[in-house]
């Protein structure tokens, strides 16, 4: 006959001690799930200014490399050939071409199509906000005149972007 052990009746984990465990892993998951969102947001943001910023220096490359002038316009998607004009659209790869990430918004006040001059200077300029939801870093990409300075920098202010309380600071990490 064997004897009752009450050591091992005793080893396993009451239906409170369970309950607890789950509710602590699913609290722990959903905070990793917050994050992970937040995340993924900033990361499109980041590769959102990056692609505009090597489409303009593609831009400018085409430009000095044909040694005539070009232009890009800027639409909600990313650079795409001009809508009109005299000036023939300026070479960009592929991928700076290509639709920018889902869910990140663009705001500018470039003209409809950003000239650039045959030796590759920019010839317009304006100011490129770049924004996604679920994160508070905003990019700016900022086209200076009159040499056509690009700069990419941190958009700090306010969401509507009054000139008072508003500005695209140079951000150390870039």
Known sequence: M???????AHAGFSLPELLVTMAVLGILAAMSFGAGQSSLALMRVESTSRRLALGLEQARQAA???????ALALGTSGWREP????LPACEI???SEAELEAGVELRHNLLADLRFSSNGLVLDGGTVLIAAEGVALRRC???SLPLGVVRLGRYVGSAEGTPSSSA???DEAL
Do not use: N, Y
């Not at 064997?2 to 091992?8: A, I, K, P, V």
């Open 2 to 8: 064997q004897r009752f052990d009450t050591r091992t």
């Open 168 to 170: 695209c600071i140079a």
């Open 83 to 86: 809508s009109g004009g005299s």
């Open 64 to 70: 000095e490399r044909h040694g005539q002038p070009c």
């Open 93 to 95: 790869s592929e991928g």
């Open 141 to 143: 990409l900022v086209l």
